[in-house]
């Protein structure tokens, strides 16, 4: 690494040299990055990096960028978590980091964390964004998830395209981790046996244990839950229980609830506390990230937190998440353009775990849309999806107000495709004239609604979601309804001066009534309407009895009030280094006919065992015996597998027996034993990286 200063200048100093000192292993990861940068044309444009959470994929970037630094390359780096997946604004974070030019004398590294949330853009970063870099450049991409098979199907990629799995850190680094952040060498066996060398799981014990020699004398051994399978979950729990005060505790819960965390927003919510003091004690904490828009926990530690503070003081809770609220509502309010559509996500994330509005979000395609301005040729299509699901009437009143200003038609793309999968269509009926509104039976139905119980005064605002369609789905959850559900939100938080507010575009009001009346939004059977013989529901809120303030507090509530916690789910997947998952191999082979002993077995929770069927020791025992199998295929050599066959399916008395049982002096026999585990741990190893 580069020569550290003489002397921190300045946070981010600090927070890079405690990086280093916490950093081990990786070397090979390192030097790939490295070599490449020492050549005029790398011999790869796409470093994949991929992983589990926690596996230390964002801790790994940063290192990077520090090797890009001393080659003489600027790195660029972006996180996904921070943007929307579409091609304009991924565009725009890059060029305002200039991540799109190569500038004098300097090469460019791009780097985008957390992959796996463009995966809606895939094929656009593939077939046109990473093409039209400058060839000089590297990027790095880090996710959770593998590139999909068409990397592969390209023969162009399959020659610039590096892949990375990375894996817990073997026995070795992991006692460098635990020295490195100063915990003693007598817990070091304990430590690395049930974390598995699962870096956040490492880090975390690191924490607990110097807050625990910080409180106490140092030679009084941690109460360390080690025994537990969720090490991670209980490690975070113990780490609660001895954080420095109640203040230092409320900055951790404020973390783990909101999307990101600033100063700005500590100060809003701990009316009492030091924000700066906080915000740079959550800066060093190992499970604590930090982004372009401030400081986010790891996955897990969110749900922990979270869920904990939930359980435990129902009331702080309720008060927390609606201090957290205020601040982002404020936020939306006075932002415009992109900006404020960040912000909108802030906001909708709070509502993350609520029961029952998430059953309305078709959650699987989440991202894969974003709404778009109208173009000339989205006409037809959109007249044409009309038509097809609600009939010819219907479309000529879509095309009318295509023509007419106070309509807000919003056609809704994936990346990549022109041709629009949905469409919204809001009316500003304070804007439109009589003669337009008397022209729909929908909007006249809403308007004479709104005259009878409340008119407008002037200036007030009376809007209408007037049209609504998925192409495929129709009107049911789909990508087109995420999106139009994040911009109604977005429209709600800036609009001002908001009257009455309706929705009148689903033919099947049954099935959405629960949604929109748990937002508060009452039914209007009287201003329900027919159009080609079809009848459409209307929903209605005025926002003059109820504001929007007040009908934040009141979503607030009932958000708090409902059970909104995720279940545990069964045990994740564990993930094992090679030389872990080679030594689990073997002690799982010595116990093949052992349920007692099969049942410990680390590689119960690995992927390979997982995707085979229910983790119980009868699947593992049938994967080592297929793994065994595969092996006697071999027709050219025989031996390991009868060396084996022998020793673990159908084991004799003693090792000794079974080579006089194959006729082979001893050490033979120990040989071709040797040599058949290795390829069974070969066997599986190929399985548990890339899958069956």
């Known amino acids: 690494m580069a020569g550290e200063r003489s002397g921190p200048a300045t946070l981010a100093d600090r927070l890079r040299q405690a990086r280093r000192r916490r950093f081990v292993g990786r070397a090979e990861e390192l030097e790939l990055l490295r070599s490449a940068l020492a050549c005029d044309e790398p011999p790869f444009g796409v470093l994949f990096v991929h992983g ?57 590294v791009l780097m985008v964390d957390t992959c796996e949330l463009l995966a809606p853009l895939e094929e656009w970063l593939r077939e046109e964004f990473l093409p039209s870099l400058p060839a000089t450049t590297l990027v790095v991409l880090a996710g959770r998830h593998p590139p999909s098979p068409h990397w592969r199907a390209d023969p162009g990629w399959r020659e610039l395209l590096r892949v990375v799995a990375l894996r817990n850190l073997p026995p070795r680094d992991g006692q460098a981790l635990l020295s490195a952040a100063g915990v003693p060498r007598r817990l070091h066996r304990r430590v690395l046996a049930a974390t598995h060398g699962h870096p956040l799981a490492l880090s975390l014990v690191a ?133 404020q559509q960040r912000r909108t996500a802030d906001f909708v994330f709070l509502h993350r775990a609520n029961p029952v509005v998430s059953r309305f979000w078709d959650w699987e395609t989440f991202g894969l849309a974003h709404a778009d301005e109208l173009r000339p040729k989205d006409r037809d299509p959109l007249l044409a999806m009309t038509e097809l699901h609600q009939g010819p009437e219907q479309a000529e009143l879509l095309a009318f107000w295509m023509d007419r200003p106070a309509a807000r038609i919003l056609p809704i793309r994936t990346a990549g495709e022109e041709e629009p999968i949905g469409y919204a269509g809001m009316l500003a009926l304070h804007e439109a004239g009589e003669p337009d509104i008397a022209a729909d039976p929908g909007a006249r139905a809403v308007w004479q609604y709104a005259l009878r119980n409340g008119a407008p005064r002037p200036g007030e605002q009376v809007w209408v979601a007037r049209f609504f369609m998925d192409r495929e789905h129709y009107q049911r959850p789909s990508p087109s309804q995420n999106v139009v559900t994040t911009r109604h939100i977005q429209h709600l938080l800036s609009s001002k001066a908001l009257a009455w507010d309706f929705i009148a575009g689903y033919e099947d009001a049954d099935f959405w009534e629960p949604l929109l009346r748990h937002i508060d939004y009452h039914r209007v059977h009287e201003a329900s309407y027919e159009v080609g013989g079809r009848r459409y529901g209307v929903f209605a809120h005025d926002f003059r009895r109820l504001g929007v303030e007040e009908w934040l507090d009141l979503m607030s509530d009932r958000e708090i009030g409902a059970e909104a916690a995720p279940p545990t789910g069964p045990a994740p997947e564990l993930v094992l280094s090679r030389p872990d998952f080679a030594e689990a191999v073997r002690a799982a082979l010595r116990d093949l006919h052992r349920d007692d002993r099969l049942a410990g077995s680390p590689l119960l929770r690995s992927r390979v065992v997982r995707e085979r069927g229910e983790p119980v020791p009868d699947t593992l025992r049938a994967l080592l015996c297929e793994a065994a199998q595969a092996l006697g295929a071999d027709v050219r050599d025989d031996r390991p597998y009868r060396a084996i066959d022998r020793t673990y399916l159908r084991p004799a008395a003693t090792q000794e027996r079974a080579a006089e049982i194959l006729g082979l002096p001893f050490s033979t026999y120990r040989r071709h034993l040797a040599r058949g585990v290795e390829r069974i741990v070969d066997w599986l190893w190929t399985r548990e990286l890339q899958g069956s």
């Open 207 to 339: 924490d607990v244990i110097a807050q625990h020699l910080a409180r106490r004398r140092e030679t009084a051994e941690p109460p360390l839950p080690l025994g537990d399978p969720h090490v991670v979950r209980v490690l975070l729990e113990n780490f609660i229980d001895t954080v420095p005060s109640r203040l230092h505790r409320r900055a951790l819960e404020v973390c783990a609830h909101a999307r990101f965390t600033t100063e700005e927003l500590l100060r809003a919510v701990l009316e009492d506390g030091d924000a700066h003091e906080l915000f740079e004690w959550l800066c060093g904490l190992s499970f604590i990230e930090t982004g372009v828009h401030g400081l986010f926990p790891h996955d897990v530690a969110r749900d922990v937190l979270d869920t904990e503070l939930r359980w435990r003081d129902p009331a702080s809770y309720h008060d927390l998440h609606r201090r957290i609220r205020g601040h982002i509502v404020a936020q939306v309010q006075r932002s415009t353009g992109l900006e």
């Open 52 to 108: 589990p959470g926690g596996v230390g994929k964002s801790t790994l970037l940063t290192m990077l960028a520090e090797v890009a630094e001393e080659a003489g390359a600027r790195p660029v780096r972006l996180d996904a978590r921070t943007l929307e997946p579409t091609p304009p604004a991924f565009l725009a974070a890059v060029r305002a980091l200039g991540g799109d030019r190569e500038r004098e004398g300097a090469r460019t």
